[in-house]
């Protein structure tokens, strides 16, 4: 493929990914000004897990959409599901800035924010994975990992662009109406990305189908009849990688500002500060593991993350200086970023090209939804429960246990990609060995 060529597919794969997790993040980020206004309540702990409660909503829908996502993207091409699904994600997002609150019209306020929030867990069901499978299919073998790691960093990029939004949102000298800006400047980047994937050429999938002179009915059932470990390898990474990117990216904040008192402007500086170590690092473990392979880098990540989370988190707990807290930002980042750098072309590394897009987005969203969606909510529970800045840690160390095992059990499986290079070097360390 040529250069110019190259440079047009990584940032058309990135802008919604950035999209996606623009709106996410944002509403993380808002959620104590939102939940004050959809789900007022007495108690502002009980409204705040409400809020994110509706956060966690978004992603039990997901595996809906990466169904239907999935079998657009292996049946007619990556191009359309994404080009599809950029558009589509846009719109509740720009919804949600227009939806009146409770005091207006009482509690089909949040009935409709909830189901706004359905619609976009649905519509962004197949971009993360989709975007991910497109790049690390149409760039050279050895950039493989590296590109794989700029679709992951794409993610953080909409997280940064989320956050400094809410940011300045927060600012006493803004309206109180400002969240809606927030929201309504999705539609923007909605469109701008649907402009850019249209001019896309997608000849990739055409050309394997075409060698293999088949193309399945409905690519879900097949890759579910023969490659059901796969799918459940990916389920386990996906909810690592789930646990760590929301205990780093949303977690932190709503505890500094919920707990710690500490004013939303300054908790979201914090944030934003390892949201930019995430988005640097995380191409680099990319590249790492196009060096010495996905499985090593990934999980020595899982391994770093299971003995450094208790004694990170405990830096949270500073009250004296800023320099503890933000610390332990930057550390949690780097532990998302090492093992999520590697993960798009690792996991599709497990699927054959015909069920790629179908076997991966499902089982990734599946994953997501019922561990890394809920992250932030059960952090702030078991918090309020155990009253410890601590107690999250134990979640994160289970998290950090499926993730291991996970790696172990996806590098003895029987099926590798042949069309993607992992598989040739990703190996399981000695230290991971049984």
């Known amino acids: 493929m040529k250069k110019n060529k190259l440079r047009q597919i990584i940032p058309a794969a990135m802008v919604g990914n950035s999209l996606e997790f623009y709106d996410f993040t944002l509403f993380a980020f808002l959620s104590p000004i939102l939940s004050s206004l959809f789900f007022p309540s007495d108690d502002k702990i009980a409204s705040l897990i409400a809020t994110l409660g509706t956060f966690a909503v978004g992603y039990f829908i997901r595996p809906l959409g990466a169904i239907f996502f999935g079998y657009i993207g292996d049946k007619y091409g990556r191009k359309r599901a994404l080009t599809l699904s950029i558009i589509l994600m846009a719109l509740p997002t720009f919804l ?14 949040p009935m409709a924010l909830i189901l706004l929030r359905f ?56 309206p109180p109406w400002a969240w809606r800006g927030a929201f309504l400047f999705g539609i923007v ?17 055409v050309e394997i189908l075409e060698k293999k002179k088949q193309q399945l009915t409905f690519p879900l059932m097949e890759v579910i009849k023969t490659n059901l470990l796969g799918m459940l390898c990916t389920v386990g990474l996906a909810a690592f990688s789930g646990i760590m990117y929301y205990m780093s990216m949303s977690y932190v904040s709503v505890y500094l500002t919920v707990f710690q008192k500490w004013a939303p402007s300054s908790a979201l500086f914090v944030m934003s500060l390892g949201i ?42 500073s009250e004296t200086s800023i320099i503890p807290v933000i610390s332990a930002q930057l550390l949690l980042a780097m532990l998302a970023a090492w093992f999520q750098g590697p993960m798009n072309l690792y996991m599709a590394s ?52 499926v993730g291991i095992v996970g790696v172990i059990v996806s590098k003895r499986k029987p099926y590798i990609a042949e069309d993607l290079p992992s598989g040739e070097v990703s190996i399981v360390p000695s230290f991971l060995a049984a």
């Open 96 to 109: 949600i800035g227009l939806l009146p609150t409770y005091d207006t019209i009482g509690f089909i306020a």
């Open 189 to 205: 980047v909605g469109l701008i990305g649907f402009y850019i994937r249209r001019r896309l050429t997608d000849a990739y999938l």
């Open 119 to 174: 619609l976009q867990g649905f519509c962004t069901g197949g971009e993360y994975n989709g975007a991910g499978i497109f790049v690390v299919e149409n760039v050279e073998p050895h950039k493989a990992g590296f590109a794989g790691g700029m679709i992951t960093a794409s993610s953080a990029i909409g997280s940064l662009l989320g956050s400094l939004v809410a940011g300045l949102c927060t600012l006493e000298m803004m």
């Open 350 to 401: 497990l699927y054959s090209p015909e069920t790629r897009y179908s076997g991966l987005a499902f089982s990734y969203c599946l994953g997501m939804a019922i561990f890394g969606g809920t992250t932030a909510m059960i952090s702030i529970t078991l918090v309020h429960w155990f009253n410890s800045a601590l107690a999250p840690a134990f979640y994160v160390i289970f998290g950090a246990i």
């Open 276 to 317: 930019l170590c995430y988005i640097l690092l995380a191409p680099f473990f990319g590249w790492l593991s196009d060096k010495i392979g996905g499985a090593k880098v990934m999980g020595s990540g899982a391994l770093a993350t299971f003995l450094c989370i208790y004694p990170f988190l405990a830096l949270l707990t």
